[in-house]
């Protein structure tokens, strides 16, 4: 092991310090000393999509940084989209009313590269948003489910699939379960 | 797949970046976007004993344009460079190849400088150098010179440049007003390098003739190249589709493309003569006849 | 428990909605867990070592400089291994099976195969240490296809078997001389199919840590099938299952890839070697691209007796089957495609004859689809040959072949029982999906402007459940592995709410939410209200050796165990009910939270009142009455059985079945093939969540879309892997593949409780047929056809190019 450097970094809008080796990857750094494993590793030589942040506003693959390079930047995880970990951003509730995840591990990637792309062209058309999220790979949707909710959420209403989840016909039990917040909830 | 471990230095300024450079020039590496130079370190195909990375240089990145020429800082990163008013205007044809580049987040990073530095035989950017005519800026501690991009390939990923050098930015000619020009390739998928890949740029004189003519191809051989024949045979004729086609028919003797697992080496020598016809007769369609460049 | 009554008894229908899903939530938020997000104190990570070569004695193994490291916590190398621990078997064992270990001891048969590996303080110092292992080879021939490995001069991969052969036998089923004489003309196909992979975004991983006081390995591990694991590692390591704990976290994706017990077995044993510390390795992708696993590619030979009408008499089948240097699926592949060969065909005579062979490439394992989308490609390239030999439309071929929808149930030659479908209707259905008659107009306009337009057309059947005493077709009936079946336990809790255990296992398609919405209608409660415990843990988990996620098993097994559970559960809870309410437990309703005398609403009570009588007052319990509302219910599909005297067995449990329609144009300079639309009509019988249901017709599909046209594992002649990044196997982008449009058709299954069959592999399984299909279409002008997958442009225009017919060339 070499030298440890002290970096500072913004994460999710809260200052950072960590100290890491230089060939520690900002995914690493991210997953492993800032504990938000939401970033994920799915190949770290930049083809996947699945460690994509955003450092200073733009779309990166955190496999392909060193966390020693971002030093007094700004990085957006996917944790940072709702840091409570339970409201939904409109995009996620998109994706979530079309199912567009599956297994999910690449859907913090596709979030991420979703959300620069409806910033920069808020009314893409389905050609533009497959383009836009080609250097993300999905094992599990064939990619219909994702550009979607991308769509829907382009339009800003992510609603539709369907709202019926626990639909309240029935009548809740003393401390039943918390249902599984719908996007009107939310909203 | 983790890299090996290495030193790291931020410089701040150029000598500074130079000195370092220096210093390490026998197992050091300069790290730009880190697009193509990180995937190697990762499978430890490269295995640097310190990075100096320039991305914290202001004076290497930007856009200038004067005197007909746009002059892009070697960190300037494709993304920006792509977009760039300047770029779109006046080098089309370099926006035209930047949108075939990976994916945004590999432009969001990936560099200028460093794509030509690396000189991938595949790669979008040393082929659209080649077309224009670009001029590479080079320093090092004790000096500077410039390269044109006709001499600045060697071979796949070897340059002119030295180990202590570091390229500054390109200077690219803006062609004459009027200049039909098109950007084109084939590659498996959306994103991925260039099977071939074609840059052309095409001036019709007041006669509707062709004026001058740029071919430039890639992933057609260890570096990028100028199809000379088909450059010489378009010149002074008025571009009809079977002079194109002529033209193009000519490239594939030019050429000495290798295989690999994803395209034979005949089959790119014959995509060199389609994607050099197609770009032709999209530039010609693009080009306006000089004098009428604003009608 | 009939299958149409089930669901209709009870008030509330959450089965059929397209509920979002409960799963979402965490990995929406970037809060879940998957196996590589999960950190121990002390742990230690690891770094395999793997061979340079594909085929090569080991003369020399040291590893005493990567050890003396301060920051290398322990090294294994392939010497130790054999000392202690025993070597692996493979499913089904084979007449002589090779020693198979952990790590490789004597030789090396394949680039990748693990040679030592080091466990350090972190991945990158375990990475270092690797460099200072010394391995001395020497380099032996190696041969990478089966033909080769066939050949009697092969390079043999082990000696104790004497062969590259495996196994091979061959299964005459019905009269197929008779059906040849009679034919009018014979059709005669050769197709191959390549290696490829589903590869899952989330690389394999395994975690253990031991306790050497109780001697128990805990492991933590990407898996399919937790009990095959838990008893290949403590077969490994000579401890009881008891001793063996096995956790599977979240899953990132699996498509049957994530089932390479020898990697469970090496971090068990240098957990055991680190007696406490917990030790973590993560594939990382040029290891999983190399090493982990691969669909088998295989060349079928086939023959059809058919009628001038096109009416098919008879098939004969010869397949030799890859199976790189594996042994752990040897077989598998073959018997999977024998028992649906078939297809959606009435064909009352076949005969197959089947050879896995081994070469120096990856070992295979399951593919979504294992075996079948060689089966269908087979087939329907069959039966496009037979159009193009009569001159009959290649849809009226079909149509006149199909087992009609008042066959169902169908007795296929080899055993299996068809449950239910329409085909002829499923076809159609397809062919009005895309507009079959205008695409039909528009591709002679374009062929007419010199255009390449292509329409594919395939169907094929989407089996579901495996019966596993097929291996006994190998191994004779004296194997221990039989049937099929499932577990569940299902405990609704004092408030009312109820949780869920089962022995199946999540990897993204969505059980949590089917479950929740099955034992929901069963218990008379919302799926909120249904907790499923997803993270299968063996310690509170039901399972068999059968257990997990594979063979499309969810629809027919789980279902079945967790319905058989929470009828248990739904039982007692009526009982109770009944004795506080002083009715017969007959007489009472389960619906919206509460229980109801029939016929008189005033009379009835909150579920959760009586939940929590069952907890909290012990005294209320009839004498022979167990406190608690808790049930276990040990599901076996009762149709498996062992083969006949005849080799007939059901393999396969239920039959879904879908239409592919394709839609490609072709470059006819580049040769670059573009899919532009793509149908699909699928059933699955019941859907218990349609929007689940669609989403996997999609993955599915675009698997199946990409294999055909992109995907390609490449060997060197010397077995160098030659795709071994991102860069080189190429997965499909969204930019690569169109929406999938999609339409269904329910017939239900009579043999599942619901009427459900399986959905999770179909489009996997018939789009590389409608593909090869569509291409073949596309290329008629230049009088192609495509026998083989994967279809790149570089060789389609080299074919065309030298005037070939047939590709591949
Ligand atoms: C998934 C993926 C897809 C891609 N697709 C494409 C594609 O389609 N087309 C394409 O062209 N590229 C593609 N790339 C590569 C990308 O364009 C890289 O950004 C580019 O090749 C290198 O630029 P960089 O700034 O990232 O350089 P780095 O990776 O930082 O450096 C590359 C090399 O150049 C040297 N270097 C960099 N800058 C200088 C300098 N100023 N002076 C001297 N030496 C220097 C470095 O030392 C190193 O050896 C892809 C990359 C990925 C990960
Ligand atoms: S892990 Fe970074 S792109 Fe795949
Ligand atoms: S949902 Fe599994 S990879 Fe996208």
Known sequence: ?187 | MKPAAFGYFAPRDLPEALSLVSTYSSDGKVIAGGQSLVPLMNFRLARPSHLIDINGIGSLSGIDAADGRVTIGATTRQRDAGTHPDVKVQLPLLAEAISYIGHLAIQNRGTVGGSIAHADPAAELPVVALALDAQMHVQRTDGQRTIPAAEFSLGYLTTVLEADELLTATSFGVPPAGSGWCFSEVARRHGDFALVAVAVLLTLDAAGKVGSASIALGGVGPVPMRAGAAERLLVGEAPTDPVLRAAADTVGADVEPEDDIHASADYRRHLAGVLVRRALTTARARAAVAGNEHV | MSATSHATTLGTNWVGQPLPRKEDGPLLTGRDRFLDDIGLLGMAHVAILRSPYAHARILRVDASAAAALPSVLAVLTGEEVVRVSRPQRGRIPLPVSPQVYALAHDKVVYVGQPVAAVAAIDRATAEDALDLIEVEYEPLPAVVTPEGAMAPDAPILFEEVGSNILWHDTFPYGDVDGAFERADRVVRERVTIHRYLSTPLETFGSIAQFDASTQTMTIWGSAHQPGQEINNVAAALGLSPGQVRMIVPPMGGGFGNKTRPIYHILIALLARKLAGRPVKWVEDRRESLLALCHAADGIMEMEAAIQDDGTILGLKFRNIENEGAGIDFAGRHNLLMLSNIVNCYRVPAVSYEGYSVVTNCCPVIANRGIGKPFMCLAVERMVDAVARETGLDRVEVRQRNFIQPDQFPYDTPSGQTYDSGDYPEMLRKALALLDYDQLLVDQEAARAAGRLVGIGIACGVEPAGSNLSYGMLISGPSQLLSGQGEAARVRMEPDGSATVYTGGIESGQGHSTALSQIVADELGLRPDQIRIVATFDSHSHPYTQTSGNYSNKFNGHDTAAAIGAAGKVREKLLARAARMLEVAAEDLELAAGRITVRGAPDRSLPIAQVAARAYWSLNDEAPDDEPGLEALHYYRNPRTRAPDAQRRLPVQMGFSAAAHVALVEIDPETFEIEVRRYGVVHDCGREINPMIVEGQVHGATVHGIAAALLEEFVYDDDGQLLTTSFMDYLKPSSADVPMIETDHLETLSPWTPLGTKGIGEGGAIVAPAAIASAVEDALKPLGITVSGLPITPTRLWRLASQGGKRYPI
Not at chain 1, 11 to 18: K, L, S, T
Not at chain 1, 67 to 92: F, K, R, W, Y
Not at chain 1, 115 to 126: K, Q
Not at chain 1, 155 to 182: K, N, Q
Request: charged share 15%; with cysteine.
């Open chain 1, 1 to 187: 092991m070499s030298e440890l450097t002290t970096i500072s970094v913004t994460v999710n809008g809260e200052p950072r310090e960590g100290r890491v080796e230089p060939r520690r990857s900002l995914a690493d750094f991210l997953r492993q000393d800032m504990g938000l494993t939401g970033t994920h590793v799915g190949c770290e030589h930049g083809v996947c999509g699945a460690c994509t942040v955003l450092v200073n506003g733009r779309s990166v693959r955190s496999c392909l940084l060193f966390a020693v390079q971002v030093n007094q930047q700004d990085v957006l995880t996917v944790e940072g989209l709702s840091p409570d970990g339970v409201t939904l951003h409109p995009l996620q509730q998109a994706f979530h009313e079309h199912h567009a995840l599956q297994c999910g591990f690449c859907t913090p990637g596709m979030l991420l590269t979703s959300l620069e792309l409806l910033r920069d062209n808020p009314a893409p058309t389905e050609a533009e948003v497959r383009l836009g999220l080609a250097g993300n790979l999905c094992m599990c949707t064939g990619y219909v489910n994702i550009v979607r909710a991308v769509l829907a959420a382009a339009d800003g209403h992510a609603a539709s699939a369907s709202t019926a989840a626990g639909s309240e016909t029935a009548e809740s039990p003393p401390g039943a379960l918390p249902r599984f917040p719908t996007g009107k909830e939310i909203a």
